[in-house]
């Protein structure tokens, strides 16, 4: 029978300890925001949600319409007007939004295919930014400041993921 050692001992029972309060921490539950919640479950269905400090994009759909991107301005816990990005025509999968709520990229389905797309909000315009080598485009991740996209890319079967870096 090996001996365990005090000091094991303790170190061991110092990271139940631990274990333990972490865990009872989270019996308790979290909590929703209060004033955000009632107004994105009346969206509908939501889905691939993008969170930072002052800005929520998710695309939702509610029965019978299209799925469309939202976004939410988190100070004022209202949507915000998208106008030029959401099309009648395409399908969005996935998006990601910066902190100033300035750039929102956007993975979406057209005429049977994806591609990668770059809104600027006070432009009201779309961008799509080819992906080089070919591939389908899945998921996104915006940085903070707007300038790298995380992009997650099947190629050949195999999934990568590029970062590109926007002007």
Do not use: F, K, Y
Request: proline share 8%; net charge positive; glycine share 8%.
């Amino acid at each position: 029978m090996t001996a365990i050692s005090p000091r094991a001992s303790i170190s061991a029972g110092l990271w139940g300890g631990a274990l333990a309060l972490l865990l009872a921490g989270c019996q308790a539950g979290l909590r929703p925001i209060q004033g955000l919640n009632q107004p994105l479950s009346s969206l509908g269905d939501s889905q691939s949600p993008s969170l930072n400090s002052d800005w929520l994009a998710l695309i939702s759909s509610r029965a019978g319409n299209r799925a469309q991107v939202q976004l939410i301005d988190r100070r004022r816990n209202a949507p915000v007007p998208l106008p030029g990005l959401n099309r009648p025509d395409s399908l969005p999968i996935s998006v990601a939004v910066d902190q100033r709520g300035e750039r929102i990229a956007l993975v979406r389905q057209r005429d049977d295919r994806s591609e990668l797309v770059i809104h600027r909000r006070s432009l009201q315009a779309s961008q799509t930014v080819p992906i080089e080598p070919a591939g389908v485009p899945q998921r996104v991740s915006l940085s903070a400041d707007g300038r790298v996209l995380a992009v997650e890319v099947s190629r050949a079967g195999l999934w990568q993921v590029d970062l590109l870096e926007l002007p």
